[in-house]
């Protein structure tokens, strides 16, 4: 997915609070006004952000003009001249370089919690020609932190560059990326100026998976798996059907081929089907403590199907829920690893003990008393 970085007069949509209320009767929470209103609609489209030596600088400035001013210098005049044709030149200059960008972002076809994958982060400089320097574009997903960056030192004219991080998810579940926000300290590195983008996102997440040693497969069924028979070249009998043109002829059964000649279809033991059951349950309003259990209990299926399933057993998966989901060889495991990713707890409601009201012992069935 691709975002374009627009000129200034781009704005992000505003996010509106859930939690804001309108108090009729409360003066604290009074409807906005229009200068408000006004200031609300009209939002930077860069942020502007002083660095260490650009404080240094400011400082420095503000002094040669108190200086200037008090003494009526005219080289102190001059030099305070120099310092704001800097600032002036720093402006315009980070924002030719953040001016028309394309920002690219490569998600993986999946990620599992406890192990690493990269994220490509690709910048196109769509400006004929000038280049971009020192861009840096910092990943932004909901609710959780930003700490991934990619740096780009020069993008040349109507060029594309790649650069990836590694990012190491730490729970199961859908990760939403909602943005990127690009930043630059070009020229001179005084001032840091951004903006933040729109751009969404979204990988899922598959349970973290241990290494499981799974028992040998003896002649009987193991306990879990149930075995089946299938119409193979095994030596017991799975059933006789009526003869077709093309059927081997040493197939036949001759001992009820009286009439007209049947064919015996031979049986095969199949690989045996395991059944795991996973209760959803958790406590009411539980916390990440409390819901602990449910997430070993689903990285535990979750590492023993994935052996299952490499040994060449069927596995199927039954919630409390009622949902029931299937995995085998031929499709391998991201079915079921999917769904123990997106699956969500139920919090079980405790039912309030019913108690019976007693009845006045001397109070008959129609309502009235004894005599």
């Known amino acids: 997915m691709a975002a374009t970085l627009p000129d200034p007069t781009f704005e992000l949509p505003p996010t509106s609070s859930?939690?804001?209320?309108?108090?009729?009767?409360?003066?604290?929470?009074?409807?906005?006004g229009p200068i408000r209103k006004l200031f609300g609609r009209f939002r930077p489209p860069r942020r502007l952000r002083f660095t260490r030596e650009g404080k240094y600088?400011?400082?420095?400035?503000?002094?040669?003009?108190?200086?200037?001013?008090?003494?009526g210098n005219n080289l102190l005049y001059l030099l305070l001249g120099m310092l704001l044709a800097l600032i002036i030149v720093s402006g315009a200059l980070s924002e030719l370089a953040l001016r028309s960008l394309t920002i690219t972002r490569k998600l993986p076809a999946r990620a599992q919690a406890g192990r690493a994958h990269l994220v490509e982060i690709e910048v196109h400089n769509r400006k004929k020609r000038l280049s971009s320097y020192a861009i840096e574009v910092e990943d932004l997903r909901e609710g959780q932190p930003s700490d991934k960056r990619c740096f780009f030192l020069k993008v040349a004219p109507d060029t594309r560059q790649?650069?990836?991080y590694r990012r190491l998810p730490d729970r199961r579940g859908k990760e939403r990326?909602?943005?990127?926000?690009?930043a630059t300290r070009f020229?001179?590195?005084?001032?840091?100026?951004?903006?933040?983008?729109?751009v969404p996102g979204e990988v899922?997440?598959?349970?973290?998976?241990?290494?499981?040693?799974?028992?040998?497969?003896?002649?009987s069924a193991q306990q879990g798996e149930a075995t089946t028979m299938v119409q193979g070249f095994g030596d017991e009998t799975l059933g006789i059907r009526a003869m077709r043109d093309g059927d081997d002829p040493r197939d036949i059964y001759w001992r009820k081929s009286i009439l007209m000649p049947v064919l015996r279809e031979r049986a095969r033991e199949a690989r045996p089907d395991v059944r795991f059951t996973l209760d959803l349950h958790v406590a009411p309003g539980a916390d990440?403590?409390?819901r602990a259990g449910l997430e070993r209990r689903i990285r535990e299926i979750a590492s023993r199907a994935v052996a299952h399933l490499k040994r060449g057993d069927a596995v199927t998966l039954t919630t409390s829920a009622g949902d029931v989901v299937r995995a085998d060889r031929s499709s391998g495991a991201d079915p079921l690893l999917r769904f123990l990713a997106l699956v969500e707890p139920i919090e079980s409601v405790a039912r309030a003990p019913v108690t019976?009201?007693?009845?006045?012992?001397?109070?008959?069935?129609?309502?009235r008393g004894k005599s």
């Open 204 to 219: 899922i997440v598959y349970p973290a998976v241990d290494p499981v040693r799974l028992p040998p497969r003896s002649g």
């Open 288 to 290: 990440a403590p409390g």
């Open 187 to 198: 020229p001179f590195g005084l001032f840091e100026k951004s903006r933040e983008i729109r």
């Open 18 to 32: 859930p939690n804001l209320v309108s108090k009729k009767h409360s003066g604290e929470d009074r409807p906005p």
């Open 177 to 182: 990326h909602v943005g990127f926000r690009i």
């Open 356 to 367: 019976a009201t007693p009845r006045p012992a001397n109070t008959l069935a129609n309502g």
């Open 162 to 164: 790649i650069a990836a």
């Open 57 to 71: 600088f400011l400082g420095i400035t503000l002094g040669v003009g108190f200086a200037a001013i008090n003494t």
